[in-house]
């Protein structure tokens, strides 16, 4: 928490003012109570006129200045809030293809959505309540000491009691935060994953399972929620508890010092109004510091691996190509299958190659091996002299491309799905020759908004969408997974000899229907199940 308090220091440091000036003029507005009191008692009422226009104009000050520090403490929260979210956002662009994969979709939304959320409210929401508390209970303190000297020894032995029992609790409260963390996502996760596949309960009339899937999710996530508020209310209740007990024991205190004339009868208004101020706010301080404390395993969650720069693709250096693309002695197994045993291939710069066979057999497998996203094989995959498992992700990107014939297309325009956002004054005449090479002909115009993932379009035009993305910026390697096999015939045909023409690209295609009449057309085409 510290480290994105310290990025937004200077208006923390506004914020923290301002929060002393707000609990000053509410200290001030409980002990002008005692001088109305007072009036009341000597049947003075000028005096009770006076004091009363003087409460009421440190009340306005003290609301007039409290709701512009509050809108000042709410963006000061958001900006903290995109702050973190964007540590998230670095986590995930440094992490690695495989790493990336570990976690599901719905996982790193639980982050971004509920572990952030809690952070907000438990953690900096309730840092800069903690510090308005500690204020209320020192300037309170002060009060009740312009009283009599008496209070300050009561105060620091029931304030003692108030922050030590509280302390002890917050072990509970982080298993608690915990364990909610782990709810949220599972409970993202689940209905992500039914919600996806919508489509194929519709078509099995089965839409009842999702509705059944999604409850059962709902349960378990609401028992998680059962037991993190029963936790929550133990201390919260323990807390408050223990604040009426030493409430009870001031007012006590006061009503024996006003019988005995030590203090003016007055006071017996504002020392209880203080009293309290500083109770309550001690119940709150003890039990916003136990929730602080519950958050750390979220603030540690959200930071782990994160880099504190983005890695810059046009800084990273395009690995040297020039001779092959070279598989020495590969073999890998997946759930105790083995998938290949002691393959070799050479792949050479400009070559055009074909990898054909069964479904099962590795195709699609052998690519992103090629593609560097799955690592874990023995052997070597060399580009050129150079082992693919020492390079980076960054540096493959820079000469390879795979071509998925699963697309995803953003909630956004055809240029911007195509180009990926890059400037449009500076890619028109790219852009439209990328649609003319992967057949892009159904787009009237550039801008044209794209639903979620596609769902206004058909299997083949998202497929050439895909394809006019990697034509739009060509790598020197192209890894294509039956990227044309939503596409009619001559379609198909007419982008794929878009491919085999380019002399400079090394062509590297899966295909289960490897067209007859473009077969010559390869320098090779490799069976794998042959």
Known sequence: MKTYLKHERGRTGINIIWIVVNVL?????????????????SRDMRALLVWSAINFSVWGAFL???????????KLTQRIMVDIRDTISRKIVGSSYAQYHNKTTGEYLSEYVNDVGNIESNAIKKFFTLLSDGTTVVFSTVALAAYHLLFIPAILLLSVLMLRVPSRLSRPMISATKTMSEGNAAFSNQVTNVLNGFDVLFNASKLDKLHDLIKSAAKKYAAVKVAYTKTNARVSNLIAALSIFCQVMVD??????AILGAIPLGAISSTGSIAASIFNSLSSLSNDTVQIKATYPLFDKVSAGASKKLPSAEKTPAPVFHYALRVVDLSYTIGGKKIFSHLNLTFARGGKYAIIGRSGVGKSTLLKILDGQITNYTGHVYIDNKDLRTMSMAELTKVSQYVDQNVYLFNDSVANNTSLWENQSQSKHRLQEAFSKA???FVKFPDQIIQENGQNL??????RLA???????????????EGTSALDAKTARLVTEEFL?????T???VSHHLDHELRGAYDQVIDLGA
């Open 458 to 463: 058909s299997g083949g035009q998202k497929q």
């Open 439 to 441: 057949k892009v002909d």
């Open 252 to 257: 006590i205190m006061t009503s024996i010092l």
């Open 501 to 505: 023409k380019d002399p400079d690209m």
């Open 64 to 74: 007039l200045s409290n709701y512009f520090q509050v809108v000042f403490q709410e």
């Open 467 to 481: 394809l006019a993305r990697f034509f739009y910026a060509p790598k020197p390697i192209a890894f294509v997974d």
């Open 25 to 41: 003029l509410y200290t001030g507005t409980s002990v002008l109570l005692t001088f109305t009191t007072n009036a009341i008692f």
């Open 507 to 509: 062509l590297i295609e």
